[in-house]
Nanobody, 129 residues
Framework: QVQLVESGGGLVQAGDSLRLSCAAS????????MGWFRQAPGKEREFVAA????????YYADSVKGRFTISRDNVKNTVYLQMNSLKPEDTAVYYC??????????????????????WGQGTQVTVSS
């Protein structure tokens, strides 16, 4: 049983930073790409960032490029999302997800939710102005 558990969300002010974590279990973490998505109230879930299985390739949504950094620790089976210079429009529930296919990820193809087989329960990030 694959499980993804996000943590690190909270209430911050505009300009602050947060680091989200997603701990994975149930399969060989280092074989699979990972992604972060978010869903704001009343909006569709959208892609935020992705990283390939090795950590050498990443891809970002234009809205977060230069402010957010995705990384992974294949020893700790954890993927991270470092969020800097947060804006009120970053307010959303953030989800991590694990790729369906081995040895891929971290590219434009990673923006599709259909690519991912497993999802976490989400963690709330609220940015006040």
């Amino acid at each position: 049983q694959v499980q993804l558990v996000e943590s690190g969300g909270g209430l911050v002010q505009a300009g602050d930073s947060l680091r989200l974590s997603c701990a994975a279990s149930g399969r060989t973490f280092s074989d699979y790409g990972m992604g972060w998505f978010r869903q704001a109230p009343g909006k569709e879930r959208e892609f935020v960032a992705a990283i390939n299985w090795s950590g050498r390739s990443t891809y970002y949504a234009d809205s977060v490029k230069g402010r957010f950094t995705i990384s992974r620790d294949n020893v700790k089976n954890t993927v991270y999302l470092q969020m800097n210079s947060l804006k009120p429009e970053d307010t959303a529930v953030y989800y991590c997800a694990s790729d369906r296919a081995r040895y891929s990820g971290g590219s434009y193809d990673s923006t599709s939710q259909l690519r991912y087989a497993y999802w976490g329960q989400g963690t709330q990030v609220t940015v006040s102005s």
